[in-house]
């Protein structure tokens, strides 16, 4: 029987997009997206939804009270579902005094034990969140010990990994160009393949969906997340030669992604990546490696993220010392505090770490992002892995709604998000009211440098020496 009602576990970033699409686009499914936050359950039935992200409220406004349900009632959603999407959150555990780096799966086994409980008939089980490969085993391991004494209650288990980027989530999901799903090669594994092939059909042509057994589709999405990261990185190293030599990162970028084998995309040079998947997925890679004892691979990757972390040291230090080695009480602005343009999501965005540099620097910090909440940004730079003294960082902040208000009077200006809005600012305006010399670092690449340094400003961006 073709699938009637979903039901998806964890109303996130992933989640809440990724169904309201599937609502839109199958009206005859019932799709109820659950959380165990009343909170984020209010927001998502509200007008202003959790999360940002372009197009979304106009899906939801479509679908909700519809076909498209928010609630905290678990139970009965997983009861009723033929097909249960796990979307839950799979953060970086640390363990062995913070040396040791791996996914931790508490919220999927906490999912996969309320589906064993209160499941009564048979469904499709599917991980939407990102898991080590062989995490489908440990969920039909859970599934099945725990309703043994339900013989008629049967499940599949497929991994239909998420590609979406935040910011570009709707246009992601309604025009993907893959959709992986991965099961069991069985008569059950197949079928159950291709029931949820025949949803996202509704709107994607099969070619564009790919099938294969289940622990390739899991390792495929790290694999993918790893090499995206691993472009970012590869031309980042790039951008320390280039600034030493003389040469233009973003011309090497471009004579480099003209080759066809190559291609132009993640090829573009800034103070680093964050978000919520590229590190963890690929210290998720790392830990894997070395448990299958490849420590040479787990080395490998784990540069990926080393030199992450150095663009960013390298970007702040870089401010520190253009501003005579000393930023102490120096007024200073971060543009820009999500970790790319388009989200109000913050979470390992690089602005965290510039931030918190100049702040034990003694910098008097001012931030402004068009989307990100002040109290996310507090929080961020409060929060005890980032500072010991938190009445300090409350102290040195000021978080503006305004970026002219933000700017006036500050010694230098730190891009760290690509908004649009920055690259149309008045900056003859912002330079008449900041102290003088007036500076502009540019860690995402997006400005008139040409047209800032006409102004006044002395600007400095990654992998390029501009000349006063
Ligand atoms: P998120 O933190 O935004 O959302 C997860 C939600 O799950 C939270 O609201 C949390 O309350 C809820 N939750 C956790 N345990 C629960 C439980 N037992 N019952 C009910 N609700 C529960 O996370 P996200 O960004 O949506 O990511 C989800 C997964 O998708 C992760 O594995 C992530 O790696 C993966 N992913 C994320 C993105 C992205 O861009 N954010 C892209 C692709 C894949």
Known sequence: MPIQKICCIGAGYVGGPTCSV??????????????????????????????????????????????????????????????????????TKTFGNGKGRAADLKYVESAARMIAEVANSSKIVVEKSTVPVRAAESISNILTANTFNKPNVKFQI??????????????????????????????????????????????????????????????????????????????????AVCETTGADVSEVARAVGWDS?????????????????????????????????LPEVAAYWQQVIDMNDY?????????????FNTVTDKRITLLGFAFKKDT???????????????????????????????????????????????????????????????TAGTHAIVLCTEWDEFVSLDYQ??????MKPAYVFDGRKILDHQKLQSIGFIVQTIGKRLSR
């Open 22 to 91: 599937i609502a839109l686009k199958c009206p005859d499914i019932k799709v109820t997206v659950v959380d165990k936050s009343q909170e984020r359950i209010d927001q998502w039935n509200s007008e202003k939804l959790p999360i940002y992200e372009p197009g979304l409220y106009d899906v939801v406004k479509q679908r909700r009270g519809e076909n498209l349900f928010f609630s905290t009632d678990i139970d009965n959603a997983i009861k009723e579902a033929d097909l249960i999407f796990i979307s839950v959150n799979t953060p």
């Open 158 to 239: 497929l991994s239909n990994p998420e590609f979406l980027a935040e910011g570009t989530a709707i246009n992601d999901l309604l025009y993907a160009d893959r959709v992986l799903i991965g099961g069991e090669d069985s008569a059950e594994g197949h079928a159950a393949i291709e029931e949820l092939c025949k949803v996202y059909e509704r709107w994607l042509p099969r070619k564009n969906i790919l099938t294969t057994n289940t622990w390739s589709s899991e390792l495929s999405k790290l694999a993918a997340n790893a090499f995206l990261a691993q472009r970012i990185s590869s031309i980042n190293s790039l951008s």
């Open 261 to 293: 084998r190559i291609g132009p995309k993640f090829l573009q040079a800034s103070i680093g990546f964050g978000g919520s998947c590229f590190k963890k997925d690929i210290l998720n890679l790392v830990y894997i490696c070395e448990g299958l004892n």
């Open 311 to 323: 663009q960013k040291s390298r970007f702040s230090a870089k401010v520190i010392e253009s501003l």
């Open 344 to 406: 109000g999501d913050t979470r390992e965005s690089p602005a965290i770490d510039v931030a918190k540099t100049l702040l034990d620097e003694g910098a008097k910090l001012h931030v402004y992002d068009p989307k990100v909440e002040h109290s996310q940004i507090l929080e961020d730079l409060t929060h005890p892995q980032v500072t010991e003294e938190p009445e300090h960082v409350r102290k040195s902040l000021t978080i503006h709604s305004d970026p002219y208000e933000a």
């Open 429 to 434: 305006r912002i330079y008449e009211g900041m």
